[in-house]
């Protein structure tokens, strides 16, 4: 006999049909492969700093007057690096800052391969001269915003500890354009990420948040921090992590728009992973800050704050209970209903992970009016979204309750559910197959199988599934085929199979008992 | 010829080329191939069949596909050429794929010739090869494109450069075999490498080759037989775009797409003589090309559309131009079709709502997409005179999805989804000038009335069942009075036999209105449909005998027909003569339609049919013996044999000794059937004589026991599809006669037993087994058994211990508990323990305590639960030996039987036993609904409810030995458990002591 607790565990096998609540969760997709072009609103990488731009002129501006005429050609810019005259130096630095700085074709490749990047790193550690550090920190900037391989030119070159040791400068705008160049760097990729973190760059950044931080340079810091925040395999350590969660979490309380979708970032990295990451974020307290963030009127706050939180209910049970109890489910209509289809369709993720739950959890869905607003994108809503919207479709019906099943009935899910047969994706047809079985195992229960197979064939759907049965896709079409045989088949195919001509009178009937029996 | 010669042939030949592995590329090799091949084709079996096995003999020598490819380029005989590609492509599906623990049945060498020449090869042969040759590369690209065939995607490409398009519709031609896949298979890391790799190689080059081949056409445009080559490029082209673009939008041609949709635009409108076809019935290139454009718009509309946006009103306009000025002839109905859907699917979305609303642009499309399009065409007409069957199942059965009509349905739904109002209005105009037209001159206008019909019936028609027609109407359409004024007197006209489309559509009309039309309309159309089963016209009759059969499984109040015997009681006669005469105009000898409304008339008339039964079965049988010559319309013959069952059903229950006067008329019949083998009909010989068996209240007649031998052959065991039903005889066999066996046939039951062991060896039909042995156990006096009793028990150990399924777990424990409650608690467990020491106490540890949860069925569980219960209560050695140990968890199991859910949990590696063998799932059987058995429960005298039997038996223990089970429950036994079976004692007000 079974203790009480395996019996919960078998219980929950039954309810799910063998999936576990963890297998039907869908995290993130692991993209390796991407057909799409890259996606507008994820956040960008690295950056450069333009030239006349409002804030790198304002930094610097009598310089920047001075020597608006000087022009060098890149030989006399290595000539004059390598010279011994303070002068030039600056001049050089400075011209080729410019050029780095232009709008339309910079010369990254032209710089790097002249060999002065060295030179620059070494301009770096010259705290005599204010200007010049400055110079060369903006173009060593620009030339790291560029491939990783120009980033690794910057980066082997040494220019790590020196960035590292000038954010502790009491220049701000020197610390501020370290920020910068350290932000491209970090955003490189996890390698050099770690890197930074091993060059201990994490205090004195975080030092450089205060309430008396200006705006702007506060804006560079975030973003610096979100490329420490981002990129998996392997993750950030998660001692930094403990370090930077704080001060996103002060940061959350800002007003400003940009620093709130770069702490928004951050915080949807460090929760795109298994579930002690995610536990990480969680226990901080941070989700009713970022849940009332998805209902910004900011698009670019709203998309990272939904994917943190559609990230976090990938995660377990307690930590989506979290996330409910946070008020998600207030927030989430509106968003379902957003005219942006990316957030539609996030909107959806987010809300099949949660059906993905226990029966107590789907209550909430129901409770909380998700299913006129799921049912409405399942119906209207762009193709992305509505394929989300089948899987938590699919996914309510795998884990809820017969009760639960019939009100999303009844809500009127099966018209459009049925009407997305027609989609050009045989895996959203083969989960909506799935689907409607689901749907006939509760009928089943209800004695109603006769009244579900009515209405889906008044819906058109019998027509579709029978048009299924030529899809090209094996595992389509036999899913249609079960359908259709389990629940459609007419009163009976004869169709019979003649085999075998042997005469014998009858069988023989005997047994020879073996050595010995083990079950 | 003489045989012997032949073989000497042969023989030499054959150990000439198998004196090695490999074959030399030699001109004698050659010349060899060639004769074989040449024999292969000969008409002849005697000489076709022993070169193909002799050529499949040496296929797996080496050089032996570059020997054919040698012939396939150089033969000077160009059938010889054919056949050696086509040879060449079944000998590449044969053994290209490389098969895990398998040998490489093509060796590496050959491989890599093959591949390094089969393009080149292709695209220098004539077409006919070309097929065969591009087929081989899509069967082999699939197992090697792209790792082990890198080149094949740059030697492709490069071929696009030479300008010669023959050379370059090859190429398309085959990237569309290898390509095709993307549109079916799922998303994985693995397909979406590929699909990028051949984006990257293959999109640009595309692209230039699409506005190339552009160019081409409007510089040749005066060139006939340039601009067919170039079409059949841009259709390829059209088609790779389609493949390429399915699993999602790729950056490419998100970038490009305005080189696309422009150019695709232009294409649609485009037109040339020189490329309309005379030919009426075959799409043309034109039609084609267009008709996937359609294809690949539709898919952007669908998948794409916040990118696509831009261009979808210019698709719309486009396409529905192409619609107005596009003819009627067959020619074009794919293209009609797609292009309709294609504006339906646009139409129904909410933000393009507005490219529809304008009035003019409403009437225009009903005026002039939808109207032409419903129009009842020659080709119709053609096919309701002299194709009936096809006219039927394409306007009956909704087979019609690609049709022109179908289409038009489509789209008038979907804009009535926001337009409904001035749609139905718009509508109403056309239909009565219509009607207008037909009253003018009814016997040339009919076609105007006939589409008058269909443009009521579409606009409705808001969502239909074939049980229940049409189950939600547009209400702006005022379909009775419809029915009364324009349907009725089509049907009252005293000739059935005049305007044959309009009876049909008028019939068809009341059966899809049925729910809406009220009741009194129905009756007075009963005798209108009866009257017109006489119509000469195949269409006419069978919709005739549809549209009663559909009347009468209407429901009404309480779920009894809405029909009711009483209203039937003056039509009795004449419905059934008529009927029946149905049955022999030519063209409905066989006419399913009309032997199920006999079958339902028969379900829904009851006893009033009883007067005619004589007459009715011997036509019956009469068909029967007819058709049992040659049985060829299985669904006629199912309800063929479902009238008989009713017939049976409804007399004996009248008159319980009318069963021998059926045996008397179908014993003849059945016996012929049962000689004569008939395969088909032997299932249903079985089902029938079981309902029989079934109705007689004595002793088995000794008719039957004389058959009783024959259903013991091997042979008819052989048919899965005869054992469900042979079983049941058997189980009706052993309900009625078991004494009688066991006194008159004794000798037969090691053959009956022996039928047990043959179905309790397969993994499908086990269960089949179970149901024979279990009315063995609970029918057969013990004595005739006792000497068989070991045996059994020993071959399900057997089973148990080799290749136990949870199918056989749970028709196993029914076995055993039914065993108990026959036999005693004592006996299973002396028997057990007789087959080998402590078996008793294995069984139940390992098979009935973990998986009794498993059991499913109601009259199955309580078999179980008084089973178990006796083992509890009634076993002695449960109380005193060491199998005490297991006294707790044992009935710890049977409170979870009558707790927990059933656990539905199937093993991993079972799923596919699941699927193909489960009961129920068994296509090849075809189960009669009339003859149904009822349920059957062994135990249900004996106890009624099992929980009070545990109760009132557990404190019949207690009172024998007191003391000792309170005392185990209050030390082993669960909480949650003790609580359930406290209600038990409770609900028996019993106290255990």
Redesign the interface.
């Known amino acids: ?4 607790n395996e ?1 919960d565990e ?2 929950k ?2 309810k799910n049909k ?1 999936k576990d609540t963890a297998a039907m969760r869908r995290q993130r997709m692991e993209v ?7 996606k507008k609103d994820e956040q960008i990488l690295k950056r450069r700093n333009i030239s006349f731009s409002s804030m790198g002129e304002s930094l610097s501006p009598e310089q920047e007057k001075k020597n608006a005429t000087a022009q060098l050609s890149l030989e006399e810019i290595v000539q004059a690096v390598n010279g011994n005259n303070p002068e030039l130096h600056l001049k050089a630095t400075q011209t080729a800052r410019r050029m780095l700085s232009r709008q339309r074709n910079p010369p990254l490749n032209q710089i790097i391969e002249a060999g002065i990047i060295p030179k620059l790193v070494e301009f770096l550690s010259r705290n005599d001269n204010v200007t010049l550090q400055f110079e060369a920190a903006w173009a060593l900037t620009n030339i790291a915003s560029g491939t990783s391989d120009q980033t690794r030119a910057v980066v082997e070159a040494g220019a790590v500890p020196a960035f590292v040791a000038l954010l502790s400068s009491p220049h701000m705008h020197i610390s501020e354009q370290s920020v910068w160049a350290l932000g491209n760097i970090a955003g490189d990729g996890p390698m050099y990420r770690d890197s930074l973190i091993h060059n201990n760059v994490i205090p004195p950044l975080l030092a450089l948040v205060s309430p008396s931080t200006p705006v702007g340079f506060l804006r560079n810091i975030t973003w610096t921090l979100s490329n420490l925040c981002r990129n998996k395999n392997p993750y950030p350590p998660l001692e930094a992590v403990r370090q930077i969660l704080p001060v996103l979490i002060r940061l959350l309380k800002h007003e400003d728009k940009d620093i709130l979708s770069d702490t928004c970032w951050a915080v949807s990295y460090l929760t795109d992973g298994s579930n002690d990451r995610i536990h990480v974020v969680v226990e901080t307290g941070i989700l009713p800050r970022l849940v009332e963030l998805m209902g910004s009127p900011e698009l670019s706050v709203v998309t990272p704050a939904l994917r943190a939180i559609g990230n976090v209910v990938t995660g377990t049970d307690e930590q989506t209970q979290m996330v409910i109890d946070a008020g998600v489910l207030a927030v989430l209509p509106q968003l379902l209903q957003h005219p942006k ?1 990316t957030i539609q369709k996030e909107a959806a993720w987010t809300l099949s992970n949660i059906a993905a739950g226990p029966c107590h959890q789907i209550q909430q869905l129901i409770t909380c009016g998700l299913l006129p607003p799921l049912v409405e994108l399942l119906d ?1 809503g ?2 992305k979204a509505q394929k989300e919207a089948v899987w938590a479709v699919a996914n309510f019906t795998t884990g809820g309750t017969v009760q639960q099943v019939v009100d999303l009935v009844q809500y009127g899910v099966l018209k459009p559910l049925l009407n997305l047969l027609s ?5 959203t047809i ?1 989960v909506i197959l799935d689907t409607i079985s689901n749907l006939f195992l509760a009928a089943e229960k209800l004695e109603e199988t006769e009244k579900l197979c ?1 209405l889906v ?4 759907g ?2 579709k599934i029978e ?1 299924l049965q030529t ?3 094996t ?2 079409y036999r899913a249609a085929l ?1 359908l259709i ?1 389990k629940y459609f088949a007419s ?24 050595d ?4 | 010829m003489g045989r012997g010669a032949q073989e000497g042939i042969y023989t030499a030949a054959f150990r000439r080329w198998l004196d090695s592995a490999v074959m030399e590329l030699s001109d004698a090799n050659l010349q060899t191939l060639t004769e074989y091949l040449k024999k292969t084709l000969d008409p002849d079996p005697s000489i076709r069949r022993p070169a193909e096995k002799f050529l499949e003999s040496v296929e797996g020598n080496q050089n032996y596909p570059l020997l054919l490819l040698t012939l396939l380029e150089k033969s000077q005989d160009n059938v010889i050429k054919v056949c050696a590609s086509v040879t060449f492509k079944n000998y590449i599906k044969r053994n290209w794929r490389i098969i895990e623990d398998e040998p490489n049945k093509i060796c590496e060498t050959d491989r890599i010739a093959i591949k390094g020449n089969i393009v080149h090869l292709m695209l220098s042969s004539p077409e006919q090869i070309q097929k065969q040759l591009s087929d081989a590369i899509s069967i082999i690209g699939r197992e090697d494109f792209p790792q082990k065939w890198p080149d094949l995607l740059t030697e492709m490409v490069n071929r696009f450069q030479s300008g010669d398009f023959h050379v370059i519709n090859g190429v398309l031609r085959t990237a569309h075999s290898l390509f095709k ?1 993307y ?5 994985s ?1 693995e397909l ?2 590929e ?2 790799l051949v ?1 990257d190689a293959f999109a640009q080059p595309l692209t230039n080759l699409f506005k190339a081949t552009i160019e081409l056409c409007s510089t040749h445009a005066n060139d006939a037989s340039a601009l067919k080559v170039l079409f059949s490029s841009l259709i390829q082209i059209a088609k790779l775009f389609y493949s390429l673009n ?6 490419f041609f ?2 490009h797409m305005e080189t696309w949709m422009t150019n695709f635009h232009s294409l649609l409108t485009l037109d040339n003589k020189l490329l309309q076809t005379d030919d009426e019935e075959e799409a043309g290139l034109l039609e084609l090309l267009k008709s996937q454009i359609c294809d690949n718009a539709a ?1 952007y509309a ?5 990118e696509f946006q831009p261009y979808l009103p210019r698709f719309v306009t486009a396409i529905w131009n192409l619609l107005v000025t596009t003819g009627q002839e067959v020619k074009y109905d794919l293209l009609v079709s797609n292009a309709i859907q294609f504006l339906a699917s646009v139409c129904e ?2 933000h393009y709502k507005h490219l529809f609303e304008d009035q003019n642009t409403l009437t225009s499309i009903c005026e002039k997409v939808i109207v032409p399009n419903m129009e009842f065409r020659a080709a119709d007409e053609e096919a309701f005179e002299d194709n009936s069957e096809e006219y039927i199942r394409r306007d009956l059965e ?1 087979s019609d ?1 690609d049709t022109r009509r179908r289409a038009a349905c489509d789209l008038v739904r979907g804009l009535c989804k926001f337009f409904e109002g001035p749609v139905t209005g718009i509508f109403s105009g056309y239909v009565n000038s219509m009607l207008q037209e037909y009253a003018k001159n009814p016997s040339v206008n009919w076609k105007h009335k006939d589409a008058a019909i269909y443009l009521v019936t579409s606009l409705a028609s808001k ?6 027609g049409i ?2 109407a547009n209400e702006l359409v005022n379909l009775t009075e419809f029915f009364v004024n324009h349907i009725q007197p089509d049907l009252k006209s005293a000739n059935v036999n005049e305007f044959p489309v309009l009876k049909a559509d008028g019939i068809k009309y009341i059966m899809i209105f049925r729910n809406q039309v009220p009741k009194e309309q129905l009756l007075v159309s009963i005798p209108l449909l009866i009257n017109h089963l006489q119509a000469e016209s195949i269409v006419v009759h069978t919709y005739a005998a549809h549209a009663l059969e559909r009347l009468f499984t209407m429901r009404g109040t309480n779920n009894a027909t809405l029909i009711t015997a009483a209203e039937m009681v003056p039509f009795v006669e004449v419905l059934l003569t008529n009927l029946f005469k149905a049955l022999t105009f030519p063209g409905s000898s066989e006419n399913e339609y009309i032997m199920k409304a006999i079958m339902r008339s028969f379900s829904l008339l009851q006893e009033a049919i009883i007067p005619y039964i004589p007459s009715l079965i011997a036509q019956l049988t009469q068909k029967l013996l007819a058709v049992s010559k040659n049985p060829s319309k ?2 006629f ?3 063929m044999f ?1 009238s008989i069952c009713l017939s049976i059903r409804i007399t004996c229950k009248a008159n319980p000794a009318a069963v021998g006067s059926f045996e008397e008329a179908l014993f003849m019949v059945f016996t012929e059937i049962l000689q004569n083998d008939v ?2 009909f ?3 010989v079985f089902q029938v004589m079981s309902l029989l068996l079934e109705m007689h209240k004595n002793d088995i007649p000794s008719s039957y026991m004389a058959l009783f ?1 024959h259903l ?4 008819l ?5 005869n054992i469900p039903p042979l079983v049941r005889l058997l189980q009706a066999y052993l309900e009625k006669g078991a004494n009688t066996i066991a006194s008159a046939a004794a000798d ?1 039951i ?2 009956l ?6 179905l309790i060896a397969s993994k499908a039909n086990d269960h089949q087994g179970f149901y024979l042995l279990n009315s063995i156990i609970e029918h057969m006096p013990p004595e005739s058994v006792d000497q ?1 009793r070991k ?2 028990f ?2 399900l ?2 089973r ?2 080799n290749s ?1 399924t949870t199918k056989f777990i749970k028709s196993f424990l029914v076995f055993i508990n039914l065993y108990c409650v026959k036999y005693g608690a004592l006996a299973l467990q002396e028997i057990f323990d007789s ?2 020491p402590k ?1 008793f106490g ?2 139940l540890e ?2 009935i ?1 973990p998986e009794i949860q498993k059991v499913s069925g109601q009259v199955e569980k309580k078999i179980c639960a008084v089973g178990i219960t006796k083992i509890l209560t009634e076993c002695p050695p449960m109380m005193d030996t060491e199998y005490t140990k297991l006294w ?2 044992l009935l ?2 049977l409170i ?1 039987l009558f707790e ?2 059933e ?3 199937i093993p991993d590696e079972e799923h596919f036993i699941d ?1 193909e063998d489960t009961p129920g ?1 068994q ?2 059987f ?4 009339f003859a149904g058995k009822k349920e059957h429960d062994p135990v249900g005298q004996m106890v009624n409810n099992p929980k009070i039997h545990l109760a009132q038996s557990l404190h019949k223990l207690s009172t024998a030995c007191p003391g000792r089970v309170p005392s185990m429950l209050s030390t082993s036994l ?1 909480a ?2 003790l609580q359930y079976l406290q209600g038990y004692l409770q609900a028996a007000s019993v106290t255990l002591l």
């Open positions: 006999m079974p203790t009480t019996q078998r219980m096998k039954f063998g390796n492969v991407e057909l799409r072009k890259a289809p209207k762009e193709f989609a050009r994706d045989g895996k083969l009515f064939e008044e819906l058109g019998l027509e048009a899809h090209d896709n595992m389509v079960g045989e009163e009976e195919n004869p169709n019979l199979q003649p085999e075998s001509d042997q005469e014998r009178p009858t069988f023989n009937f005997s047994a020879e008992k073996p010995f029996y083990t079950f | 896949r549109r079916h298979e799922f998303k890391n979406w490498t699909i990028k984006l399915f699993q999602d939008l790729p950056e998100e970038d898919l669908q998948k794409y559309d916040e979305r909410p909704g999805i969502a239909q069942t074939q049980k229940h189950t939600q299985p669904h013959n199912h309800y479902e395969q088909e032997i299932p249903y031998p013991l052959q091997p042979v065991w052989e048919r899965t599809g037969k090691p053959g037993l022996g039928v047990f062991q043959k068989y045996q059994i020993i071959l150990f057997q148990l211990q136990k087959i080998q078996m294995m069984v390992k098979i305590i707790i968890p710890q199991a979870g927990l859910p656990d539905d949990t699927i799932y296509t090849a075809s189960q009669l609904a669960n949650e458990a």
